[in-house]
């Protein structure tokens, strides 16, 4: 049983389109977040929710939108991708929303042409 | 501010030799640290984590050093295997979130 799952795994889309990534966390925790890395491995959070409730946005562009139906899942949707939207997008959870010990997911890289 | 560096972005050891992996910190109010490996196209995996009260902690085969007065973290691997080839990413506590450090590359040569 995968803890933390994102799909998909690998996302290659033309500029200017609007796309998805879903993930779903089965171990219970109430908080979830999603970070982005960039290609020199540099990871930075992006947002975080604790049972559905947004706590976290870190100056991302509005073009990002999380949405959490549910304490159990997170998802992200882009609309009109860019270039430098390229990168491996991770989504994680925790058990509570102090930050500690994140469980991440294996990860979607998105590529934007 | 929050961030996190790593003095060496590569490092290259002898199997069965031990591996050290620096990192040091800019905000001394942070009060928890954790070190996660990640493999080639996977996430980040916890490996060990320490709060500020303590300066040692050991787990299977690796060890955090905490050193506050120059605000330094080092995570200690015995014995290296092949399997212990990855990116290792220190990070502090912010406020609610994780601020995670450059990476160090550990490569295993036989």
């Known amino acids: 049983d995968t803890a933390v799952s994102q799909t998909p795994k690998y996302l290659v889309t033309q500029m200017g389109n609007d796309k998805s990534i879903k993930c779903e966390q089965n171990l219970g925790h109430d908080t979830m977040y999603w970070y982005k890395q960039d290609s020199k491995k540099f990871l930075k959070i992006m947002f975080s929710y604790n049972n559905k409730e947004l706590i976290i946005n870190e100056t991302v562009p509005n073009r990002f939108s999380p949405k959490s139906p549910d304490k159990a899942h997170l998802n992200l949707h882009i609309n009109s991708l860019e270039l430098g939207d390229s990168a491996v997008y991770f989504c994680a959870s925790s058990p509570d929303p102090s930050g500690e010990k994140l469980f991440f997911g294996s990860g979607t890289q998105l590529s934007v042409l | 501010g929050e961030s996190v560096g790593l003095h060496l972005p590569t490092l290259s050891v002898q199997e069965g030799d031990n591996s050290i992996i620096n990192c040091a910190y800019s905000n001394s109010a942070s009060d928890y640290f954790i070190w996660y490996k990640q493999e080639s196209g996977k996430g980040p995996q916890f490996i060990i984590d320490?709060?500020?009260?303590?300066d040692k902690r050991q787990g299977q085969r690796v060890t955090v050093l905490l050193n506050k007065t120059v605000k330094h973290l080092s995570l200690q691997i015995a014995a290296t295997q092949p399997g212990d080839s990855a990116v290792y990413f220190c990070?502090?506590?912010?406020?609610?979130?994780?601020?995670f450090g450059q990476g160090t590359r550990l490569t295993i040569n036989p």
């Open positions: 990070a502090e506590l912010g406020a609610q979130k994780l601020v």
């Open positions: 320490i709060r500020s009260n303590m």
